[in-house]
């Protein structure tokens, strides 16, 4: 089946530190690959996405890449900022559905400290 | 764009009545999603539309969840009766299909529901 597994959290930085989030898969033939990112008191906004091997998403300092040997997607980003704080879920799209659902990792929370 | 739409942005309500989430999507999108997301369980998919039509609908927890898309930009869904354990935060997404078809979904702001 389809699945996400992401590193739990949460996960507190100090402003300019560098993150990273681990993120791996577990799907059927070739999926594509995300991050979203959820403000407080907001909706899931799309970071970035990845739709084949090799492939890196690239966002606001946000990079992913699509690695399919280890079948992991980490999201980095060398300088977070306080206005980073936020939850980031991984998901993949599985062609098998239609590339019509999203299965989502459960979250990781965020908080950078000035 | 307006992007998704969804109204109540909150609402409170006592075990055993009816409540009603609505959604618009994108306009032009052919895909809308109804997710759940709760502290226990992460974020559930419920069910999916497309072009109006029901989809899946696997997620859906019980009969006392029911679902609707009677045209193209408004979908409802509908707990009844409601419990405790529905307290949560319900989320529409949308996404574009036919030639213009991607992967990438649109949320909402969300629907945060607490019954008392």
């Known amino acids: 089946g389809n699945s996400v597994t992401q590193m739990e959290g949460p996960v507190t930085l100090s402003e300019e530190a560098f993150l990273t989030i681990n993120c791996t898969y577990t799907a059927t033939g070739y999926p594509s690959l995300f991050w979203y990112v959820q403000y407080p008191g907001e909706g899931l906004q799309l970071l970035l996405k990845?739709?084949?091997?090799?492939d890196k998403g690239s966002n606001k300092g946000f990079e992913a890449t699509y690695r399919k040997e280890t079948t992991s997607f980490h999201l980095e980003k060398g300088s977070v900022q306080v206005s980073d704080s936020a939850v980031y879920f991984c998901?993949?799209?599985?062609?098998?559905?239609?590339?019509?659902?999203?299965?989502f990792g459960t979250g990781t929370r965020l908080t950078v400290i000035p | 764009d307006a992007g998704v739409i969804q109204s109540p942005r909150h609402e409170v309500t006592e075990m055993g009545q009816e409540v009603t989430l609505r959604c618009k999507p994108i306009s032009g999108h052919d895909y809308l999603f109804w997710y759940r997301q709760t502290m226990m369980r992460g974020l559930e998919l419920l069910i999916y539309f497309n072009n109006n039509v029901p989809i899946d609908d696997s997620g859906m927890p019980e009969d006392r969840f029911s679902a609707k898309m009677p045209n193209a930009s408004f979908s409802t869904l509908k707990i009844q009766p409601s419990e405790p354990r529905d307290s949560a935060v319900y989320f529409c997404?949308?996404?574009?299909?036919?030639?213009?078809?991607?992967?990438?979904?649109?949320f909402g702001p969300g629907t945060r529901l607490t019954v008392l």
């Open positions: 998901a993949l799209s599985s062609p098998q559905t239609g590339a019509n659902n999203l299965f």
């Open positions: 997404a949308s996404k574009g299909g036919g030639l213009a078809n991607t992967d990438t979904q649109y």
């Open positions: 990845a739709t084949k091997a090799d």
